[in-house]
C-alpha cells in the first residue's frame, strides 16, 4: 500500500469541511470494509479501549486500502512507539485520548512527524509500499499525517487555548463520557456543566482555524443537525457494533412481529 497521496479527510480538515467518519470496536477487517464501501471518509479504530493492538490496525488498513477512507486510529494514550507502528502499518493519523496539556499534544505531534518536526523514525513499511515508495512517502507525510487530541477532561478543557496553539494538532474530539466523569456528572453528557464546555471547545477551535470533533451515537437527522448547527466539522457516526446491533434487534423485532413471536 501506499499512504502517499492527500486524502479526502486530509482535505476536508484543511477546508474545515465536513469529515465524516465511523468507529471501529470490534477490530474486525470485514465490518471495517463494509463501512469503507458506505463512504465514509474515515474510520477510527479504538485501541484506547478494545483489544484491537497493531495487528488488528494492520488488517483493518489492509481491508480498507483503495477507497480513500483514512484509517486514525485512538491509540491508548500519547506513546511514541504506538504512534509510530500506527502509522507505519499504514494509518493516516491518530487519535489521542486524554490530552490535557501541552506537554502531551507536543509528544503526540512529534510521534507523528517526521525530523525536524517530530522524531518519528524513518523505516520500509507498509505506509510507503516496502520502501519502494519511500521518498515520495517522506516528502509528504508530514502534511498529510493527522493529529486530533481529544478533549475529555475539565484540565483539558482549561488548557484548551494552550494545546490548541500546538502546530501540527489538526484538532479535538471530545470525549463526553470521560468528560462527564471528570466534571463529576458520570453519564450525564448533556449536563449543562458539559454542554458549556462543549461550547468553550468549539469556540476555541474557531479562534485557533482548527477541527472540532464529536461522537454521535446512535445518530439521528436531528443530532447530526445539532451537531452541524454548533459548528463541528469532524464527526464520527455511530460505530461498527451499534449498527450491527441496531440492525440485528430492527431484523428480529420484525421477524417477531411477523410470526407473533415472544
Ligand atoms: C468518551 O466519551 O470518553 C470517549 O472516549 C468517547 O469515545
Ligand atoms: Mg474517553
Known amino acids: 500500500m501506499f499512504n502517499g497521496p492527500e486524502s479526502r479527510l486530509r482535505k476536508a480538515l484543511n477546508k474545515k469541511r465536513p469529515a465524516i467518519g465511523s468507529w471501529l470496536q470490534a477490530s474486525s477487517p470485514t465490518c471495517a470494509e463494509i463501512l469503507a464501501n458506505a463512504g465514509f471518509s474515515w474510520l477510527g479504530i479504538d485501541c484506547e479501549h478494545t483489544s484491537s493492538g497493531i495487528q488488528g490496525v494492520e488488517a483493518v488498513a489492509r481491508a480498507i486500502y483503495g477507497r480513500d477512507t483514512a484509517l486514525l486510529v485512538r491509540v491508548s494514550s500519547a506513546d511514541t512507539l504506538e504512534i509510530r507502528q500506527c502509522l507505519d502499518v499504514g494509518a493516516a493519523g491518530v487519535i489521542v485520548p486524554m490530552v490535557e496539556t501541552t506537554a502531551q499534544a507536543r509528544t503526540a505531534v512529534a510521534a507523528a512527524k517526521y525530523p525536524p518536526q517530530g522524531v518519528r523514525g524513518y523505516c520500509f513499511g507498509r505506509m510507503n509500499d516496502w520502501g519502494s515508495r519511500f521518498d515520495e512517502y517522506a516528502a509528504s507525510?508530514?502534511?498529510?499525517?493527522?493529529?486530533?487530541?481529544?478533549?475529555?477532561?475539565?484540565?483539558?478543557?482549561?488548557?484548551?487555548?494552550?494545546?490548541?496553539?500546538?502546530?501540527?494538532?489538526?484538532?479535538?474530539?471530545?470525549?463526553?463520557?470521560?468528560?462527564?466523569?471528570?466534571?463529576?456528572?458520570?453519564?450525564?453528557?448533556?449536563?449543562?456543566?458539559?454542554?458549556?464546555?462543549?461550547?468553550?471547545?468549539?469556540?476555541?477551535?474557531?479562534?485557533?482555524?482548527?477541527?472540532?470533533?464529536?461522537?454521535?451515537?446512535?445518530?439521528?437527522?436531528?443530532?447530526?443537525?445539532a451537531a452541524v448547527e454548533l459548528g463541528y466539522t469532524f464527526i464520527c457516526l455511530d460505530a461498527d457494533i451499534i449498527l450491527i446491533n441496531q440492525a440485528a434487534r430492527a431484523v428480529m423485532e420484525t421477524a417477531r412481529k411477523s410470526f407473533n413471536l415472544k
Open 141 to 225: 507525510a508530514n502534511k498529510n499525517v493527522v493529529v486530533i487530541a481529544m478533549i475529555e477532561t475539565r484540565t483539558g478543557v482549561d488548557n484548551i487555548d494552550e494545546i490548541l496553539s500546538v502546530a501540527g494538532i489538526d484538532g479535538i474530539f471530545i470525549g463526553p463520557y470521560d468528560m462527564s466523569g471528570s466534571y463529576g456528572v458520570p453519564g450525564q453528557t448533556q449536563h449543562p456543566l458539559l454542554k458549556k464546555a462543549y461550547q468553550t471547545l468549539v469556540a476555541a477551535c474557531n479562534r485557533h482555524g482548527k477541527v472540532a470533533g464529536q461522537h454521535i451515537v446512535n445518530s439521528t437527522p436531528e443530532k447530526l443537525g
